[in-house]
T-cell receptor
Framework: DAMVIQNPRYQVTQFGKPVTLSCSQT?????MYWYQQKSSQAPKLLFH???????NEADTPDNFQSRRPNTSFCFLDIRSPGLGDAAMYLC????????????FGQGTRLTVV | QKEVEQNSGPLSVPEGAIASLNCTYS??????FFWYRQYSGKSPELIMS?????DKEEDGRFTAQLNKASQYVSLLIRDSQPSDSATYLC??????????????FGRGTQLTVWP
């Protein structure tokens, strides 16, 4: 019954080696979000897609990019991970306008070595 | 990012007591407000929604309240249980203009319910 699925759950990558995190949803929601959450901090919005419209937060580093090839899938690409990018990455979806409830995947814990 | 402020706590209450958590937001245009519960190492789980038009959802022991004039949202947990011990995140969103679809979170309040 999983509705928002993130893969992998745990990812270890080398400093500077590109890495891609994936998210899929079975809810047919318009909006997909990527958040970065570090220990004891608020989830920080990196991007969101409203249907095909990509919305970047002003303070999201250029090192982070995203793709949404179709309604169901969304990817987070980190081009050159640094030690400071180690965090939990959360994908969420919502129906969008009028109903903003967001449902989260289980997250991907990224470690940079 | 739009400011959503929460007292990070920790808030500690005895079992059976009422726990009250608060959140303030800076964007007066915010329209929808949510409370999420997050256990350590897990992803946030939606527990409560409340909207600027007055609609809200209540779930048993959980109640949300909105004060638009003062721009704060509260969550009340009645008959608190040790299993309620978690971090509670407040989130706000607007459904118009340049912020369409954006959902912003506070850093959360850590709640401990002791037996």
């Amino acid at each position: 019954d999983a509705m928002v699925i993130q893969n992998p759950r745990y990812q270890v990558t080398q400093f500077g080696k590109p890495v891609t995190l994936s998210c899929s949803q079975t809810l047919n929601h318009n909006v997909m979000y990527w958040y970065q959450q570090k220990s004891s901090q608020a989830p920080k919005l990196l991007f969101h897609y409203y249907d095909k419209d990509f919305n970047n937060e002003a303070d999201t580093p250029d090192n982070f990019q995203s793709r949404r090839p179709n309604t169901s899938f969304c990817f987070l690409d980190i081009r050159s991970p640094g030690l400071g990018d180690a965090a939990m990455y959360l994908c969420a979806t919502s129906r969008g306008q009028g109903v903003g409830k967001a449902f989260f995947g289980q997250g991907t814990r990224l470690t940079v070595v | 990012q739009k400011e959503v402020e929460q007292n990070s706590g920790p808030l500690s209450v005895p079992e059976g007591a009422i726990a009250s958590l608060n959140c303030t937001y800076s964007d007066r245009g915010s329209q929808s407000f949510f409370w999420y519960r997050q256990y350590s190492g897990k992803s946030p789980e939606l527990i409560m929604s409340i909207y600027s038009n007055g609609d809200k959802e209540e779930d048993g022991r959980f109640t949300a309240q909105l004060n638009k004039a003062s721009q704060y949202v509260s969550l009340l947990i009645r008959d608190s249980q040790p299993s309620d011990s978690a971090t509670y995140l407040c989130a706000v969103t607007t459904d118009r203009g340049s912020t369409l679809g954006r959902l912003y979170f506070g850093r959360g309040t850590q709640l401990t319910v002791w037996p």
